[in-house]
């Protein structure tokens, strides 16, 4: 499989602040990839970073070969960067399927498409955003980036603050998205063992820089080292999903 997206020595944060160090990666297309370490150490501004919300100081970013400097966040949109968020980005003002509607382009994604895929959607079409659980309005985040015919998805934290059964249900939809649909997914996760399931890669931070970068398989075969590159980042997460 062709190379989709790639980083060569990426440096980037906020304003003179430089939060991500000479970060280097290559994504395939119809691969998905864990974006794993603990707090603070730069997965969302490495995300930011892709979908051009924060100062890119160096490096270089492709897009099927295709350079994204100096590209706004919309036109990294329309190039194929589907974006989703820590916060969840979604109308909470609009229905549901306003908030599906109101974005879609052309493509294999249409809102019909998004309701297949997650019929608790379907159900709740006419509902308003603040009328939906956390894990509906995740779904609505996941289905409102579709609906732009992404060529890569950029999912930050999906699964935090979300039941067992939501959680399980999401990783469904992740991995159809991508091996069944040829679409490429980084997902940030503090919860590893659940999302190394379904990823073909992974990349850990460890204070803006890349500690680690293999398959996925590598890490949920060598609990040790994972614990090692991670830390406590497990006990955290297993304490956030038992409620
Ligand atoms: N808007 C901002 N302006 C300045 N510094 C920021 C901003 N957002 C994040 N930072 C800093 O960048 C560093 C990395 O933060 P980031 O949010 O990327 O970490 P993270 O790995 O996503 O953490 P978490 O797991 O808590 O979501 C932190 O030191 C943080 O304080
Ligand atoms: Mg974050």
Same mark, same amino acid.
């Given at each position: 499989?062709?190379?989709?997206?790639?980083?060569?020595?990426?440096?980037?944060?906020? &304003?003179?602040?430089?939060?991500?160090? $000479? /970060?280097?990666? #290559? %994504?395939?297309?119809?691969?998905?990839?864990? =974006? *794993?370490?603990?707090?603070?150490?730069?997965?969302?501004?490495?995300?930011?970073?892709?979908?051009?919300?924060?100062?890119?100081?160096?490096?270089?970013?492709?897009?099927?070969?295709?350079?994204?400097?100096?590209?706004?966040?919309?036109?990294?949109?329309?190039?194929?960067?589907?974006?989703?968020?820590?916060?969840?980005?979604?109308?909470?003002?609009?229905?549901?399927?306003?908030?599906?509607?109101?974005?879609?382009?052309?493509?294999?994604?249409?809102?019909?498409?998004?309701?297949?895929?997650?019929?608790?959607?379907?159900?709740?079409?006419?509902?308003?955003?603040?009328?939906?659980? &956390?894990?509906?309005?995740?779904?609505? $985040? /996941?289905?409102? #980036? %579709?609906?732009?015919?992404?060529?890569?998805? =950029? *999912?930050?934290?999906?699964?935090?603050?979300?039941?067992?059964?939501?959680?399980?249900?999401?990783?469904?939809?992740?991995?159809?998205?991508?091996?069944?649909?040829?679409?490429?997914?980084?997902?940030?996760?503090?919860?590893?063992?659940?999302?190394?399931?379904?990823?073909?890669?992974?990349?850990?931070?460890?204070?803006?820089?890349?500690?680690?970068?293999?398959?996925?398989?590598?890490?949920?075969?060598?609990?040790?080292?994972?614990?090692?590159?991670?830390?406590?980042?497990?006990?955290?997460?297993?304490?956030?999903?038992?409620?």
């Amino acid at each position: 499989m062709s190379v989709l997206l790639q980083l060569d020595q990426v440096s980037a944060g906020y &304003g003179e602040a430089v939060v991500l160090h $000479a /970060v280097s990666f #290559a %994504l395939k297309e119809g691969e998905t990839l864990a =974006l *794993l370490g603990r707090n603070g150490v730069g997965k969302s501004t490495l995300i930011d970073t892709l979908a051009g919300a924060t100062r890119q100081h160096g490096g270089r970013i492709s897009l099927s070969g295709k350079a994204l400097h100096g590209l706004s966040s919309h036109q990294r949109a329309a190039a194929g960067i589907g974006w989703v968020p820590q916060e969840r980005n979604i109308f909470k003002s609009l229905t549901v399927h306003e908030n599906l509607t109101a974005v879609a382009r052309p493509g294999r994604w249409t809102p019909a498409r998004v309701y297949e895929m997650f019929p608790r959607l379907a159900e709740r079409k006419t509902n308003l955003g603040t009328q939906l659980s &956390g894990g509906e309005q995740q779904m609505l $985040a /996941v289905g409102r #980036a %579709l609906v732009l015919n992404p060529r890569v998805l =950029l *999912l930050d934290e999906p699964l935090e603050g979300l039941a067992p059964i939501i959680v399980e249900e999401l990783l469904r939809a992740i991995r159809r998205i991508t091996r069944e649909e040829g679409v490429s997914a980084i997902v940030v996760e503090q919860h590893p063992q659940a999302i190394l399931r379904v990823s073909d890669q992974a990349v850990v931070l460890d204070q803006g820089s890349v500690r680690f970068d293999g398959r996925a398989q590598e890490l949920l075969d060598n609990r040790e080292k994972l614990d090692a590159l991670i830390g406590l980042a497990k006990g955290h997460s297993d304490a956030r999903h038992a409620s």
